[in-house]
Nanobody, 116 residues
Framework: QVQLVESGGGLVQPGGSLRLSCAASGSFFRLYAMAWYRQAPGKQRELVASVTSSSSTAYADSVKGRFTISRDNAKNTVYLQMNSLRPEDTAVYYC??????????WGQGTQVTVSS
């Protein structure tokens, strides 16, 4: 049973930085495609960034140049480094794993609030 646990959210001022972490259980993390999504109040959940099992990355246009996704297979963890944060980045951030079988797992989410 693969479980995902996010951490690192919080309140930050505009222009600040946060690093989110998502720790996964299981022995085959290196085979999972991982992604970060976010959902703001009243909006649909949207893809923020993704990283494949071979460490290829992709980003939403709104975060390119500000956010960086990375993975550490030795620690079964994926990260989202968020710099130059804006109020519109405020959302609940979710970690998603896509297993080689096609099954999908979600974390419980972590709140990020960007406000002065």
């Amino acid at each position: 049973q693969v479980q995902l646990v996010e951490s690192g959210g919080g309140l930050v001022q505009p222009g600040g930085s946060l690093r989110l972490s998502c720790a996964a259980s299981g022995s085959f993390f290196r085979l999972y495609a991982m992604a970060w999504y976010r959902q703001a109040p009243g909006k649909q959940r949207e893809l923020v960034a993704s990283v494949t099992s071979s460490s290829s990355t992709a980003y939403a246009d709104s975060v390119k140049g500000r956010f960086t996704i990375s993975r550490d297979n030795a620690k079964n963890t994926v990260y989202l480094q968020m710099n130059s944060l804006r109020p519109e980045d405020t959302a609940v951030y979710y970690c998603k794993a896509t297993l080689p079988t096609g099954d999908i797992r979600w974390g419980q989410g972590t709140q990020v609030t960007v406000s002065s």
